[in-house]
């Protein structure tokens, strides 16, 4: 399994994470240090881009679930994209009050997070 890396990119009103995997990596790059930028970014919303990643490693799994429910208490929707159908049903496995919304583009992550602020 490759390491993940978090690349990030500050929208109008959201702060957008890409995961990508990297096998040059020796040490994964911190997701739960991303997040936290993000959780405290000042944004509307937090979107996750996995469209790089086909796994994702349990720790980087429980880091989403656990910054999901933090920001979600904070009315601050964490959001999955692009993810592939292996992906998609890792999280479907979870129940649905635990489970991040996951939509098919960040065109839909925005929609979403209009329609549910």
């Given at each position: 399994m490759a390491a993940?890396?978090?690349?990030?990119?500050?929208?109008?009103?959201?702060?957008?994470l890409i995961l990508?995997?990297?096998?040059?990596?020796?040490?994964e790059v911190s997701l739960a240090?991303?997040?936290?930028?993000?959780?405290?970014?000042?944004k509307a919303s937090v979107w996750i881009d996995c469209?790089?990643?086909?796994?994702?490693?349990?720790?980087?799994m429980t880091l989403l679930l656990k910054y999901y429910q933090q920001l979600r208490h904070r009315h601050m929707p964490l959001v999955l994209c692009h993810l592939d159908e292996s992906l998609q049903q890792l999280f479907?496995?979870?129940?649905?009050t635990v489970r991040p919304p996951i939509v098919a583009?960040?065109?839909?992550?925005?929609q979403y997070c209009h329609a549910h602020t």
């Open positions: 993940l890396e978090v690349y990030h990119e500050i929208l109008p009103e959201s702060y957008l990508t995997e990297n096998a040059e990596l020796r040490e240090k991303a997040l936290r930028r993000a959780a405290h970014s000042g469209s790089h990643i086909h796994q994702l490693p349990q720790q980087a479907r496995q979870l129940p649905a583009t960040l065109l839909d992550a925005d």
